[in-house]
Nanobody, 124 residues
């Protein structure tokens, strides 16, 4: 059974950093593009970053570009999201998602497999 489990969320002060992890099981990560999304209650889910199956291509939403870095370790079946210079507006539940079709990831539309999310709160 294909599963994605996010971890690493928590409370951090503005300007601080967090690293989120997305651990996958039940499938071989090598063949899947992985995206990170976030959602604030009452608002639409926002795609923020994607990494290709090989790790050779990445993209970022303008809202996080230059502050967040996505990476993957296929040997560990884990994808990471390093978040620096965090702002209060980054507060949200963060989800990772997987799909074998890369274009779904890079357009942030139609991802097939989802984790349950981890809460990130940026506040002083």
């Amino acid at each position: 059974q294909l599963q994605l489990v996010e971890s690493g969320g928590g409370l951090v002060q503005p300007g601080g950093s967090l690293r989120l992890s997305c651990a996958v099981s039940g499938f071989t990560l090598d063949y899947y593009a992985i995206g990170w999304f976030r959602q604030v209650p009452g608002k639409e889910r926002e795609g923020i970053s994607c990494i290709s199956s090989s790790g050779g291509s990445t993209n970022y939403a303008d809202s996080v570009k230059g502050r967040f870095t996505i990476s993957r370790d296929n040997a560990k079946n884990t994808v990471y999201l390093q978040m620096n210079s965090l702002k209060p507006e980054d507060t949200a539940v963060y989800y990772c998602a997987a799909d074998r079709i890369g274009s779904r990831c890079f357009t942030f539309v139609g991802m097939n497999y989802w984790g349950k999310g981890t809460l990130v709160t940026v506040s002083s």
